[in-house]
């Protein structure tokens, strides 16, 4: 731990220093080369093919990113077709799997990037090294993706509840503290404000809890693979805690409190509700709550979501899922990568102190400018330009080709207060987060499977989801009673969600020999 904690000191006050002229290390190659680089192109972040961040990340290095750009909706089956006739990009995204890790290692259409690693990406070793589950990615103890790292401190952790803090002004009632109160206190302003929704969410993922950054933790379950104390793992889905909660949700549901369209809503239509006034509570990730009250001080002057502090379950418990630090398997490299060497030598730059500030800051003189302590700063004309911007921050970063969701293999905390708007103060929401601290879980990280292991749980999990989530939102709905939960456990285990367990809990045991040999 002491030694993570000084390489992490380190580490920060490097990157924050400032950095020296450019040296002639910095170019990889006299004549430029380019690689393909496959990307899942998120709706709020549209990507350009001229983005000045990249172009300075050439002009730098000599190497090239060309995009191919597929929409986040398309990426699953236009990257499984390109799999399909052995056509990948020399580098892509793999954090939305269109074909199992464990099935492209064992096609042989993944790279090993083990051996260069060690020869040409001192950065990409170290953090192997350093950063506590990192090695979990690893597949037959070998390295195939890569990792977005975490340089500074994570400001923007997780989830959280966001309520119409003026409506419980306007009408006298507390913040409440527990899922119990916050049921009551939605239940009353129901009664005042008829035609708004109570409590709205986008979709099942955020709502059920196939994302782990859902609300079903902090109601007391889990619905996914999860480990306890004793590093032994569990599937959520099958213990008497999940049947609690959604009996909890159908009686919201029946109560009319939970917003009946929940499971064909998306984030943008939860954007469009809220910003328009027309939704009192919902759990999500804080920062969108910028440009919501934004809108929404248009729409009312007096309106506004606050933060809702981590409600206490009916188990006595104040406790969520907190995002990781870092965003693992993010990464992977084409085995038909002409040049191997040289793209591990560019992506070890890119996870240099030079390259978390070229693909989080932009272009210096231009995007940002060092301030008089050497740290990087946002140029006034770039303040001018995007704080008065739609959707502000991700205006900039799609300008410039900035940040994790287009490229950003070293993350770096880069968002500034103005791009938030008044009134929603980012270091407001760290400290949020600081103050409840401990009740934050990190999310699990699996165990390394063997190819045989990985290739069994997609086939039990594919079962179990296509079966299981009908079951769970017609639960929900009231169109089955809660007696149906006990009939899909049953059918769980009876389909493999015992032998899921015991696949998991094979591999942790595996894991954590390897750690001592």
């Known amino acids: ?153 994570n400001q923007q952790p997780g989830t959280v509840g966001m309520i119409r803090g003026d409506l419980l002004e306007k009408n006298n009632l507390p913040m409440p503290t527990t899922w119990e109160e916050l049921e009551a206190t939605l239940e009353t302003l129901h009664e005042i404000y008829p035609d708004m929704i109570p409590y709205s969410a986008r979709g099942q993922d955020r709502l059920i809890g196939v994302d782990y950054l859902s609300v079903t933790r902090s109601i007391g379950a889990d619905y996914n693979m999860y480990r306890d104390e004793d590093n032994v793992w569990h599937l959520g889905r099958i213990e008497t805690r999940y049947r609690d909660f959604l009996e909890f949700m159908s009686g919201l549901y029946e109560k009319g409190i939970l917003d009946s369209e929940y499971l064909t809503k998306s984030l943008s239509n939860l954007q469009e509700e809220c910003s328009a006034g027309k939704v009192m509570f919902f759990y999500e990730n804080p920062t969108f709550v910028a440009d919501i009250n934004k809108t929404l001080a248009t729409v009312d002057p007096d309106a506004y979501f606050t933060m809702v502090p981590l409600l206490e379950n009916q188990y006595g418990e104040t406790a969520n899922y907190r995002a990781r630090d870092h965003k693992f398997n993010m990464y992977a490299v084409s085995s038909s990568c002409e040049n191997p060497e040289l793209m591990v030598q560019f992506l070890n730059w890119a996870y240099s102190e030079e390259g978390a500030i070229n693909y989080g800051w932009g272009v210096e003189g231009d995007s940002f400018e060092y301030d008089a302590d050497g740290n990087p700063q946002w140029t006034q004309e770039t303040l001018d330009k995007y704080t008065v911007a739609d959707n502000a921050f991700y205006k900039l970063q799609s300008d410039y080709g900035l940040n994790t969701d287009i490229f950003a293999p070293s993350w770096l905390y880069t968002i500034y207060d103005p791009f938030l708007g008044d009134g929603w103060n980012q270091k407001a929401v760290y400290d949020f987060y600081k103050a409840q601290d401990d009740s934050f879980i990190p999310v699990p990280v699996d165990p390394p499977f063997t190819i045989e292991q990985s290739e069994r749980l997609t086939e039990i999990k594919q079962e179990l989801t296509d079966y299981g989530n009908t079951t769970i939102n017609q639960i929900i709905m009231g169109i089955q009673p809660i007696e149906a939960f006990d009939e899909m456990v049953e059918y769980f285990k009876a389909n493999g969600a015992l032998e899921m367990e015991q696949i998991y809990n094979d591999a942790e045991a595996a894991y954590q020999a390897s750690l001592s040999d």
């Open 1 to 153: 731990m002491k030694r993570l904690l000084s390489f992490t000191i380190v580490l920060m006050l490097v990157v924050f220093s400032g950095l020296a002229e450019e040296t002639p290390s910095s170019r990889l190659t006299e004549e430029e080369v380019t690689f393909t680089f496959g990307i899942s192109e998120n709706p709020a972040l549209p990507i350009s093919e001229n983005m000045p961040a990249w172009d300075e990340a050439a002009r730098i290095t000599g190497v090239r990113l060309e995009p191919i750009i597929i929409p986040s909706s398309e990426y699953k089956t236009k990257m499984s077709a390109l799999y399909a006739k052995d056509d990948l990009p020399d580098l892509f995204y793999v954090n939305t799997e269109f074909v199992p890790l464990q099935e492209m290692v064992d096609d042989g259409a993944l790279l090993d990037l083990t051996d260069l690693v060690e020869q040409y990406a001192p950065n990409i070793a170290d953090d192997y090294k350093n950063i506590p589950d990192y090695a979990r990615t690893k597949i037959d103890g070998r390295i195939y993706t890569l990792g977005v790292i975490r340089r500074d401190t």
